[in-house]
């Protein structure tokens, strides 16, 4: 089946790093959500990415919809203590349903103030 | 955005016993869908719940273990039956949502 894949699996940087992290796939997709995890809450969706090639940034976070359509990056400028957390890439893919969302292992950021 | 209530928001519970968890959207929805997270783990879709039809179950999930109600376009109830310490994790519920995919905070269940 279709799996996604993120790099690195985790992540220490110091307050007020840039922080770049990405997805892939051998599969191709559609629609590529990032969202973001804090500790015992639900996931929450910082950007999502609908054509290849597209750049997309929400304040501080960037990402890009890759030109393959099988991989995407997520980068976060000048980190914070609140950017801590699990970074999780999604995927959707018409091959399959395009209702189901494909998540990724997850990228955990720690930020070192 | 959608706002999305899960109740309970956690709980601990015996072996053999069953679990119901409740998912309000302030919106009327298509689509429910639910998801597991194991500890450490990401998320996996178990089952797509449609307003007056059955619901849709992924590999490895099964009605008789993950039975799912969806009354009304608003509400939807997933139980955890006979539940075993493997089937501690958080469990949540989701709605399509302008393009992206809204969470519920999730249910933390422990089984002992």
């Known amino acids: 089946g279709q799996q996604l894949n993120q790099s690195p699996q985790s992540m220490f940087i110091q307050e007020g790093e840039d922080v770049s992290m990405n997805c892939t796939s051998s599969?191709?997709?559609?629609?590529w959500l990032w969202y973001k995890q804090d500790p015992g809450e639900g996931p929450v969706l910082l950007i999502a990415?609908?054509?290849?090639?597209e750049l997309t940034s929400n304040g501080r976070l960037t990402a890009q919809f890759g030109i393959t359509r099988k991989d995407s990056f997520l980068n976060i400028s000048a980190s914070i203590p609140s950017d801590v957390g699990i970074y999780f890439c999604?995927?959707?893919?018409?091959?399959?349903?395009?209702?189901?969302?494909?998540f990724g292992p997850g990228t955990s950021l720690s930020v070192i103030p | 955005s959608a706002v999305i209530s899960q109740k309970p928001s956690r709980d601990i519970c015996q072996r053999g016993t069953s679990l119901t968890i409740q998912c309000q959207v302030d919106?009327?929805?298509?689509?429910m869908f639910w998801y597991r997270q194991q500890p450490g783990q990401s998320l996996t879709l178990i089952a797509t719940?449609?307003?007056?039809?059955?619901?849709?179950?992924e590999s490895g999930f099964v009605i008789d273990k993950f039975p799912i109600s969806r009354p009304n376009l608003t509400f939807s109830t997933l139980t955890v039956s006979n539940m075993s310490p493997e089937d501690s994790s958080i469990y949540l519920c989701?709605?399509?949502?302008?393009?992206?995919?809204?969470f519920g905070s999730g249910t933390r269940l422990t089984v002992v």
């Open positions: 599969s191709i997709f559609n629609t």
């Open positions: 719940a449609n307003q007056g039809s059955e619901a849709t179950y």
């Open positions: 999604a995927g959707l893919s018409w091959k399959t349903s395009y209702d189901k969302v494909i």
């Open positions: 990415l609908y054509k290849a090639g």
């Open positions: 919106s009327q929805v298509t689509m």
């Open positions: 989701s709605v399509e949502d302008h393009g992206g995919y809204t």
